[in-house]
């Protein structure tokens, strides 16, 4: 069940929806798609109500789901022929080479899908989402189950129909995938919207910047752990956590504060709040991607 979900997605850009299992992202997706009417409110896609201009909204929208629906005793050219008959795709013969060829699936066109490998069979599923040219794609959870470099993959594609001017409504349970692609995100949590904003923007509300200082003995840890105040040390690694902005003023103030006192560190490094951490923060509890780590 959503409760008071509310936002806008500019044209032309990645919107995220990000949230744990049960957080209500598919359940967004298909409100959003027509699949299911909404108890109350007011959803407009592509500038048409849901609701009252459901073929409108249809006729502008692709959606490729968690799961490939792709058809495994057809070849990938059949199931992309099915799509563009569907459709009534003109120059559809132009239109299946050029994805068949853009989605790298040429040499494997005429071998039925059963042959496929998960992450061939999820371009496969864009691809058919693409024959009719649709101004907006709703992507649920699209790189779920696919290994790191066939979901690499799926971010270029993605990064590339939206700089061709396709607009992007991604869910996902992967914080990196949200953090690479998303122009914006909304953090779901049992079907309430609890944050939205840029990537950036959601980690600079959550503190926890640090300089992190490694020395090269407990000596020197020591005699810095006494001058910077505030900081947690770890002797076993030799390192001193030390809370800032990380900005190069608060940087340089830092250095200075060392080299008074004749101290020098082996290295140093700034770490900031991911989207992990955002999550933890917004929910009370890890991501789905953290926890199953």
Same mark, same amino acid.
């Given at each position: 069940?959503?409760?008071?979900? *509310?936002?806008?997605?500019?044209?032309?850009?990645?919107? =995220?929806?990000?949230?744990?299992?049960?957080?209500?992202? +598919?359940?967004?997706?298909?409100?959003?798609?027509?699949?299911?009417?909404? *108890?109350?409110?007011?959803?407009?896609?592509?500038?048409?109500?849901?609701? @009252?201009?459901?073929?409108?909204?249809?006729?502008?929208?692709?959606?490729?789901?968690?799961?490939?629906?792709?058809?495994?005793?057809?070849?990938?050219?059949?199931?992309?022929?099915?799509?563009?008959?569907?459709?009534?795709?003109? =120059?559809?013969?132009?239109?299946?080479? #050029?994805?068949?060829?853009?989605?790298?699936?040429?040499?494997?066109?005429?071998?039925?899908?059963?042959?496929?490998? !998960?992450?061939? #069979?999820?371009?496969?599923?864009? &691809?058919? +989402?693409?024959?009719?040219?649709?101004?907006?794609?709703?992507?649920?959870?699209?790189?779920?189950?696919?290994?790191?470099?066939?979901?690499? @993959?799926?971010?270029?594609?993605?990064?590339?129909?939206?700089?061709?001017? +396709?607009?992007?409504?991604?869910?996902?349970?992967?914080?990196?995938?949200?953090?690479?692609?998303?122009?914006?995100? &909304?953090?779901?949590?049992? !079907?309430?919207?609890?944050?939205?904003?840029?990537?950036?923007?959601?980690?600079? #509300?959550?503190?926890? +910047?640090?300089?992190?200082?490694?020395?090269?003995?407990?000596?020197?840890?020591?005699?810095?752990?006494?001058?910077?105040?505030?900081?947690?040390?770890?002797?076993?690694?030799?390192?001193?956590?030390?809370?800032?902005?990380?900005?190069? #003023?608060?940087?340089?103030?830092?250095?200075?504060?060392?080299?008074?006192?004749?101290? !020098?560190?082996?290295?140093? =490094?700034?770490?900031?709040?991911?989207?992990? *951490?955002?999550?933890?923060?917004?929910?009370?509890? &890890? =991501?789905?991607?953290?926890?199953?780590?």
């Amino acid at each position: 069940m959503l409760d008071g979900v *509310d936002f806008d997605v500019a044209a032309g850009s990645v919107f =995220s929806l990000l949230g744990p299992n049960g957080a209500g992202k +598919t359940t967004t997706v298909n409100v959003l798609t027509t699949l299911v009417r909404p *108890d109350a409110g007011t959803v407009r896609v592509a500038g048409h109500d849901v609701g @009252t201009a459901t073929r409108e909204v249809r006729a502008a929208i692709g959606v490729t789901g968690q799961f490939a629906a792709v058809d495994e005793l057809l070849t990938g050219q059949e199931n992309l022929r099915l799509m563009a008959d569907l459709g009534r795709v003109r =120059s559809g013969d132009r239109v299946i080479a #050029r994805l068949l060829e853009r989605f790298d699936l040429v040499e494997s066109a005429r071998k039925t899908v059963a042959t496929y490998s !998960g992450g061939m #069979r999820r371009k496969l599923d864009l &691809a058919m +989402t693409l024959v009719r040219s649709p101004r907006i794609i709703f992507l649920d959870e699209p790189t779920t189950g696919l290994d790191p470099r066939s979901r690499r @993959t799926m971010w270029e594609i993605v990064r590339e129909l939206v700089a061709e001017g +396709t607009t992007v409504l991604l869910t996902t349970q992967y914080l990196e995938e949200a953090d690479q692609l998303a122009d914006r995100v &909304a953090v779901l949590d049992r !079907g309430r919207l609890v944050a939205q904003g840029t990537p950036e923007e959601l980690k600079s #509300r959550v503190p926890g +910047t640090h300089v992190r200082l490694r020395f090269d003995g407990l000596a020197e840890l020591d005699a810095a752990a006494r001058i910077l105040a505030g900081s947690a040390r770890d002797d076993q690694e030799l390192t001193l956590r030390v809370p800032g902005e990380g900005d190069t #003023r608060s940087l340089r103030a830092l250095l200075d504060q060392l080299d008074e006192h004749a101290l !020098g560190a082996r290295e140093f =490094s700034v770490h900031r709040p991911d989207l992990d *951490d955002v999550f933890l923060a917004l929910t009370g509890h &890890a =991501s789905t991607e953290a926890s199953a780590l």
